[in-house]
């Protein structure tokens, strides 16, 4: 069975600081998203990565595909109240010959003013 | 903003007694898929659909059915809800043609309450 998991679970910082997420699998994925969720909504696709070692940029938030293709970590520069909400990874399933999605827990952020 | 919207966004329900949610889409996407949402499980696949009448079971599938008679209407049905089945439900929406990596698409979610 495929796992992603998600660290920590909960983070609660000032805004100004920086932050980092974890997702990690013992499953080989050929691809990894990471949404963002908001209260009441439903989650808005971040970004994608897709080779080993990959890595991108979205303003203040970087995000990276380890080399194996196994984790991936999001990284927040500077965080500020409108970055809080639910991070979620989630990885394509069974190699990508489905058209299916194993998603991780999360990881509820929360930036203080 | 991909076009999806789920009724009722919320709903409460007796144990016993059948619920179907409905999600829409406008954006003619192949791919259709149920989640459930609840507190330390992240979300989780009940069924999910690849074509008109084509459907198949995700790992959460006991005690729901889903069905697809149009491209654009995706149905989940509690046959008889239970308390465990109160959660927040997540349409989502997938082309997989033009989208090599299954980037999916999510509705706004029904937050069902099964007393």
């Known amino acids: 069975t495929q796992l992603l998991e998600q660290s920590p679970q909960f983070l609660s910082i000032q805004e100004g600081e920086n932050l980092t997420v974890y997702c990690n699998s013992s499953s080989v994925f050929s691809s990894l998203q990471w949404y963002r969720q908001e209260p009441g909504e439903g989650p808005v696709l971040l970004v994608t990565v897709v080779t080993g070692g990959e890595v991108k940029k979205l303003k203040r938030l970087t995000f990276q595909f380890g080399d194996a293709r196994k984790d991936s970590s999001l990284h927040i520069t500077a965080a500020q109240t409108g970055d809080t909400g639910l991070y979620l990874c989630?990885?394509?399933?069974?190699?990508?010959?489905?058209?299916?999605?194993?998603f991780g827990t999360g990881t509820l952020l929360a930036v203080q003013p | 903003d991909a076009g999806i919207t789920q009724s009722p966004r919320h709903k409460v329900t007796e144990t016993g007694t059948p619920v179907t949610l409905r999600c829409h889409q406008t954006?003619?996407?192949?791919?259709m898929y149920w989640y459930r949402q609840d507190p330390g499980h992240g979300l989780r696949l009940i069924h999910y659909?690849?074509?008109?009448?084509?459907?198949d079971k995700g790992e959460v599938s006991d005690g729901y059915s889903v069905s697809r008679s149009k491209t654009e209407d995706f149905l989940l049905t509690l046959e008889s809800a239970t308390s465990s089945q109160t959660s927040v439900y997540f349409c989502?929406?997938?082309?997989?043609?033009?989208?090599?990596?299954?980037?999916?698409?999510f509705g706004p979610g029904t937050r069902l309450t099964v007393l």
């Open positions: 954006e003619n996407h192949r791919y």
């Open positions: 989630a990885g394509d399933a069974y190699g990508g010959a489905t058209n299916k999605l194993i």
């Open positions: 659909s690849y074509g008109v009448k084509d459907t």
């Open positions: 989502a929406i997938s082309e997989s043609m033009a989208n090599l990596y299954n980037e999916q698409f």
